[in-house]
């Protein structure tokens, strides 16, 4: 019996539920108050919690995002129930990093990450899809390097503190966000900052909030939910089993959005986007080549670094810096259009990350 329920995970139903569920609770997420598009937005919501310890004083984009502390926590339980949490670190952690920071510029230069792509797209944003071509664009260049032997090495067993120093911060986190709960119209309580207008200031109650990215870690552990993986093994290998769950994600989120009223086509005067579409192309071209070369969406990091993986952790720890580099530096787009100096962040991304791509290879295409 019990083999049976852990066989359930693999099976294409296993991942086509695991999407469902995420497309169903994420549109819910925004009826009960997350931004419109934004349910769940993996890039957005660490960009909000860089800006709630300060890291960036962008107003509008501050807050200490409980979805993100509950995708951990979830993959943690989960790992620990099925024998599945190893620590383990050692797989390149500081080339790790700088592709988590410009990831996330890539991000916020398209405003969103493939989840939020994939959302954007379920409540009608064309803008969505020159960000997807993108992000498929920038996976298949890292196809690339992956068939011509780029590898960043084997991690290594590590003492069991490494595992949970990921969870250990998160919780932290939540501890922080019941000691200096928000105040009404207050942008400061205590060390947190919490914004007062914007999309940092749109959010479902905190225990919901909580509790549902405790499910999604839970199912995305045990299903290896991956975006960028569904498309990855799809152009590598023709295997379709992510890329089920994927796809489950959008027709579910689509469906979901119809009946909740918030599904609104067309491409202009879409909630938290530009109309900018080379650069919606090509801030996701730049994340979906750097998401390939770390081995992982950033949801899957999150749900990797909760089962004990100190470099998926690293990666988080720089999409975070890379958030706050975004916003201090002009880097971010705006619904206004893209940031006057992101431009010059994505060609540079682009270029460190086919340095890195190339340079860091087994052999010679």
């Not at 598009?37 to 509008?60: K, Q, T, W, Y």
């Not at 720089?318 to 010059?344: E, R, V």
């Amino acid at each position: 019996m019990t083999q049976k329920k852990f066989s359930f995970f693999a099976s294409p139903w296993g991942i086509i539920t695991a999407g469902a569920i995420i497309g169903v609770l994420a549109p819910l997420l925004q009826k009960l108050g997350n931004p419109p598009n934004m349910g769940v937005c993996v890039a957005c919501f660490e960009r909000d919690i860089a800006g709630a310890l300060g890291l960036h004083r962008v107003s509008p984009v501050q807050y200490m995002r409980p979805e993100i502390i509950g995708f951990v926590l979830g993959s943690m339980v989960a790992a620990y129930l099925f024998r599945e949490f190893r620590a383990r670190t050692g797989s390149a952690p500081v080339v790790r990093f700088i592709l988590g920071v410009f990831a996330m510029i890539g991000g916020l230069v398209f405003l969103g990450c493939p989840w939020r792509a994939a959302l954007r797209l379920a409540g009608g944003d064309g803008n969505a899809i020159f960000g997807l071509l993108g992000l498929i664009t920038g996976i298949w260049i890292g196809t690339l390097f992956l068939k011509n032997g780029y590898n960043l090495g084997r991690s290594q067993p590590a003492h069991t503190t490494v595992g949970w120093l990921m969870p250990l911060t998160m919780l932290g986190f939540l501890v922080l966000m019941l000691i200096f709960p928000q105040i009404p119209n207050q942008e400061k309580n205590g060390i947190l900052f919490y914004s007062v207008k914007g999309p940092g200031s749109m959010h479902a109650p905190l225990y919901i909030s909580l509790i549902a990215g405790v499910f999604i870690g839970f199912l995305a552990q045990r299903s290896r939910f991956c975006t960028m993986g569904a498309i990855r093994d799809f152009i590598l290998f023709r295997q379709t089993h992510l890329l089920l769950g994927f796809i489950s994600l959008i027709v579910f989120a689509f469906i979901t959005n119809l009946a909740l009223g918030q599904f609104n086509p067309g491409f202009s005067k879409q909630p938290v986007a530009h109309t900018m579409s080379l650069w919606n192309f090509g801030g996701m071209l730049l994340a979906g080549l750097a998401f390939t070369l770390a081995g992982g969406c950033p949801g899957r990091q999150l749900f990797l670094a909760g089962e004990g993986d100190g470099d998926a952790a690293v990666f988080v720890f720089g999409m975070i810096l890379g958030a706050a580099i975004s916003h201090n530096f002009g880097l971010a787009s705006s619904p206004d259009g893209i940031g006057p100096y992101g431009i010059h962040a994505v060609i540079i991304g682009i270029l460190v990350c086919l340095f890195i791509g190339f340079t860091m290879r087994k052999k010679v295409a």
